[in-house]
Structures are given as structure tokens and as C-alpha cells.
């Protein structure tokens, strides 16, 4: 399913950075999706574990 939304990605580090304008539970139902996209993209003998945090600034980011 591709995501229909305006979206700007940065990589910060090692960390894709999305910045968009949604309400909390598109946003949790878009983290969601990338979670799963990246957690899958190859396949791997270890898993790979993916976090995502949604926030106004760095410092008001809670665990989606």
C-alpha cells in the first residue's frame, strides 16, 4: 500500500527522520507501515528491531 500523504524524509545519523503534517492516529497507522517495510526489507538471519517516536520537537517525541 503506498502512503498518501506530503511526506519529507531526512537521515539523521543512523535514523530516517519523517516530517508530516497528520493527525496522531494516521501518523501511528503510517509508523506502522514503515516499521514493517523496514523490519522486512531483506531478508536476514538476526531480526532487525524498528522504534518509532512521533513528537512536535526532539524533545517532546513520545513511542508511537
Known amino acids: 500500500r503506498v502512503l498518501d500523504v506530503d511526506l519529507l524524509v531526512l537521515v539523521v545519523g543512523d535514523a530516517p ?11 501511528a497507522e503510517l509508523a506502522a507501515q514503515v516499521r514493517e517495510h ?22 517532546e517525541m513520545t513511542v508511537v
Open 17 to 27: 527522520v519523517a516530517d508530516l503534517v497528520a493527525d496522531r492516529l494516521r501518523v
Open 38 to 59: 523496514m523490519e522486512t526489507a531483506i531478508p536476514m538471519d538476526v531480526p532487525i528491531e524498528v522504534d518509532g517516536k512521533v513528537g512536535a520537537n526532539w524533545l
